[in-house]
């Protein structure tokens, strides 16, 4: 009888007074502290009714409290489901209702403006705030810090992470113990990391990527991690020193280079940087290795699948691919009008099949069925290649997809949003190059004839309702929109007028 995810990232660290979370202010949470507290939220759920599958969801900022959260979830057989702390009340209304979710844990900062969205679904309202007080922590402060570990099996859920979709409509992505524990798994063999490793983690938790990837990792190997609210470019380099490992989105290495601090001295000690979310730049790869000496590790994933490829540890990692397969996890490039697989060279669709690949999308048989083939494989909608030498590269998305920052926009949701706005024809939203964040968003509107759009009301409708990362950076009115003889838009045409905008003005 077991619980895999649990016995093998947690259980196995119970009674060590090794080092687990190094905090900004110099404090440090021991192993069997973190545990103690995960116990502690394992019976506060219990108390509160939440059985085994039940979903919790929890939009509170990022700290070691929310982590003995998820912890407590894992052990309790509940179903983990972080939001992006960004989202407003208007686009948590959604995640709550559509997840049922048996628990709705948010910052005690935002209780009144979400105590409808609760109401509205009879889901049990608690909070938790970044310095680990609220009424949830009250709850746990009086809890026992020994659980009996509820039994899952590899295939039932831990997490439930909403992705954006195409059509504007956020899916639930099932991810169950095993794709969970087989990808920390075959990262930490893959990245060599240990029970020596210090991992400087300054990425959102609500993310596959700071989640899973950099926290499983760590738990699984026995390491341990400072632990920071957010990427803050002054502390992150104060804590460098104390670092073996980091892991980012370009965005935190490229801010880094930006700094000339940021040099030889300071990163020598560095065992490796891994990066991840959206492309690394050819360019900033080599600018980080003449600054450095340090060839960052590129790795490709999804919330869907967590790491799919990765650069190798040892041999070659080449900048502007994103390596080769993880193990046990097969990579075909497919043909986006037949399915048929492509020969090594060409460009097509990137499918993965492995036991990372998630379960499905919570209650969206169709949407499951349309991506996720009955043969295993799951198709990414990113266009790939695959050289002779068999590293793949990401070279394109048949999806229309923005990332920004590492946070991934859906141009048709910003659409159906503009689209409902007084005055407003139609829009367009597009992603165009930008010096910090990679890309970022451009909305192109059409007004309604006679009508003449009110841009502050519009922005300050954006504002109100749509997460700031998701924010267009710039609205632009055409008095069309450029179409093909089929009348779909031509976003490229847009693409390309506008794919300076951002950019400083030359010289
Ligand atoms: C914040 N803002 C952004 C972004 N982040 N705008 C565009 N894109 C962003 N990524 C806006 C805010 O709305 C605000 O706007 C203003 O910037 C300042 O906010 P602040 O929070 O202070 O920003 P920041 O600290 O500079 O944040 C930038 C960041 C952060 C450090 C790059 O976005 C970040 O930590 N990104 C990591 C994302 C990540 O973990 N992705 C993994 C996804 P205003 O002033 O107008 O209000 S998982 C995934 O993709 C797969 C599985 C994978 O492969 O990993
Ligand atoms: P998400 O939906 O947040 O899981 O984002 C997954 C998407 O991020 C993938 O489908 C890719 O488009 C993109 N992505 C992740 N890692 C990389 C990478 N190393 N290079 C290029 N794109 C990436």
Redesign the pocket.
Known sequence: MSNPLFDALFAPHAGRDTAFLHHADGQTTTHTAFLEEAARYANALVSLGVAPGDRVAVHIQKSPQALALYAGCVQSGAVFLPLNT?YTPAELAYFVADSEAALFVCDPAEEADLTSVATANTCPLWTLAGDGTGTLADLVGRQDTQFDTVVRDADDLAALLYTSGTTGRSKGAMLTHRNLLSNAQALVRGWHFTAEDVLLHA??IF????LF?ASNVTLLAGGAMIFLP??DLETVLDHLPKATAMMG?P?FYTRLLDDPRFDRDLTGHMRVFIS??APLLAETHERFEARTRHRILER????ETSMNTSNPYEGERRAGTVGFPLPEIEVKVCDPDTGATLPNGEIGVLEVRGPNVFKGYWRMPEKTAQELHADGFFVTGDLAQIDADGYVSIVGRGKDLII?????IYPKEIELFLDALDGVQESAVIGVPHPD?GE?VVAVLVAQSGATLDLPRIEAALKRDLA??K?PRRVEILSALPRNSMGKVQKNQLRERYQRVFQPVDG
């Open positions: 960004a990425l959102p993310h596959s990527h700071g990837v957010k990427f989105v965005t991840g979310s490709y994933g999804m919330t920004s920052g590492g946070f991934n964040f970022s700031g990362f924010r």
